[in-house]
């Protein structure tokens, strides 16, 4: 039967949308539709902010800062084995890199990030200088970590240090204050300013220090961990494990910070966030080979690079991740910082806020921590 205007026009149509449709699918994967992109890329409606417990959330995106350091093992793991996502349900995360404290604070400041895993020494600063307006320590993350490592054929004993040049990752950081305090004590002199006196201290990014150890050019360093290992594995000797200087063997090495604004309006993502911190260092701990591999797996992912297993096989080992904050350790660094005249003597009230943490640590049926008088009225 010979078609009819009506069914031509529908012969038309049908052959239109037939061809379109691989470009319509094309299209829509693009736009972070389809089933891989959806894995990754959660719909930002309020119907899909559904967090494991079963209620919707109030934020469909949260900014996550953290460092490719395996002192950052709660947020390397937690992102790598999706177990913040699995809390958040379809709360999207936005993981952020970040190389030195200052640039994180500054982009919490700035209202580009939410959440940071971070240390004590740009926690104290960046709660400073908002004058206890702009975040709160949340939770704790890591303890350890840290280590002298030296040329074995210039330093031999911890007294040998004194005319060296002995890097640290930056002016102020946690492991610079925590090597003056050490030099002061040994009664030694250093201008904190310059890193000039008995030992020069030479501020170095850690991504460069190992090529200037290897070129002579430092004497050895104090440094977190994975650069550390990196240069024990080029040759230094461990002189020193700073976990030996403290009473309990820990200190805070990483602690968990948010925007105070952003826990004011979205105070259930953070409680979200934090029952995947939880989860996450209680599976670290039950699960430290399969943890220090995912932890590496997500290091390549960041650099391109995983870590070689004489590097990352020591440096997993000194790292203890845990819920605490160590708070009373935080007040001593806070301490040492005034008595190297970096900062002047902080009002630290009101730096911890533990109260969502300690409701999700009981749930668990975990201990509650303390914030050593330092939490918010």
């Known amino acids: 039967m010979p078609a009819t205007g009506t069914t031509r026009t529908a012969l038309r149509r049908g052959i239109v949308a037939a061809a379109a449709l691989p470009l319509l699918i094309g299209a829509l994967a693009s736009c972070g539709y389809g089933s891989e992109a959806e894995k990754d890329e959660p719909k930002d409606t309020a119907a899909s902010n559904v967090a494991a417990g079963g209620k919707k959330l109030s934020a469909s995106e949260v900014r996550i800062g953290y460092f490719p350091n395996l002192t950052h093992a709660t947020a390397l793991v937690g992102l790598q084995e999706g177990l913040i996502e699995k809390e958040l349900g379809g709360t999207k995360i936005k993981p952020q890199s970040f190389n030195a404290g200052p640039s994180e604070i500054e982009a919490l400041n700035g209202g580009s990030l939410d959440i940071g895993f971070i240390g004590p020494s740009p926690s104290i600063n960046g709660y400073v200088k908002s004058k206890g307006q702009n975040l709160r320590i949340i939770s704790g993350s890591a303890s350890g970590g840290v280590k002298l490592v030296v040329n074995p054929d210039k330093i031999k004993t911890l007294d040998d240090l004194k005319g060296k040049k002995i890097a640290t990752p930056q002016k102020g950081n946690t492991q ?8 002061s004590e040994k009664g030694w002199s250093v201008d904190p300013e310059s890193g000039k006196g008995d030992v020069s201290v030479v501020r170095t990014d850690n991504k460069v220090t190992p090529d200037a150890f290897k070129q002579g050019s430092i004497d050895g360093a104090w440094v977190p961990e994975p650069t550390a290992s990196k240069l024990v594995s080029d040759g230094g000797s461990v002189l020193l494990d700073e976990t030996a200087l403290w009473p309990d063997k820990k200190f805070v090495i990483t602690n968990v910070i948010v925007s105070q604004k952003f826990l004011k309006e979205h105070a259930d993502v953070v409680e979200a966030v934090l029952k995947g911190t939880v989860k996450t260092n209680e599976w670290i701990n039950a699960n430290p080979d399969k943890a220090k591999a995912s932890a590496n797996a997500k290091l390549a992912a960041d650099s391109g690079k995983p870590l070689d297993a004489k590097v990352i096989d020591p440096a997993w080992k000194s790292i203890l991740v845990t ?14 910082a005034v008595k190297a005249k970096l900062i002047e003597q902080p009002e630290l009230a009101g730096i911890y806020d ?4 300690n409701k999700v640590l009981k749930a668990a049926g975990k201990p509650e921590v303390s914030d050593a008088g330092l939490g918010a009225k």
């Open 176 to 183: 610079d204050v925590a090597f003056l305090n050490w030099i």
């Open 354 to 357: 533990l109260t969502l943490l």
């Open 323 to 336: 819920d605490d904050p160590l708070a009373s350790t935080l007040k001593t660094e806070s301490d040492w």
